[in-house]
């Protein structure tokens, strides 16, 4: 089966309009961090679960329960932690550009 990385036109300016375009911050938001969380694994190669402790923790910390308790600035939030974990565990700073579609690409017609 092949693997799909959805939201390719995500970045930290294209969230903010899709913010204002859909008037709510908290799904941008949401949908930036699954990005991320997506193209690090399917394109990155790196494991789902090291984005899940991320949002784990920041809702241990919070006193939250469930993932609908997050508002906007705790999704924002989860976003920027969700690129630097993605930096650090590939030694690359995780593109911000139109670019990671091109990697999106190569990787899924490698795997063919």
């Not at 939250?64 to 705790?74: E, G, S």
Request: aromatic share 8%.
């Amino acid at each position: 089966m092949m693997d799909t990385v959805l939201n390719l036109g995500l970045n930290d300016a294209t969230v903010e309009a899709l913010a204002q375009n859909s008037g709510d911050r908290r799904f941008a938001y949401d949908s930036y961090r699954r990005f991320i969380t997506m193209y690090s694994n399917v394109v990155l190669g790196l494991d789902h679960h090291l984005f899940e402790e991320l949002l784990d923790e920041h809702k241990d910390q919070h006193g939250y329960m469930l993932d609908t308790d997050l508002d906007a600035d705790d999704w924002r939030s989860s976003s920027s932690s969700t690129r630097r974990r993605s930096r650090r565990s590939t030694a690359s700073r995780f593109r911000r550009t139109p670019r990671p579609a091109m990697g999106a690409i190569g990787a899924c017609s490698a795997r063919g």
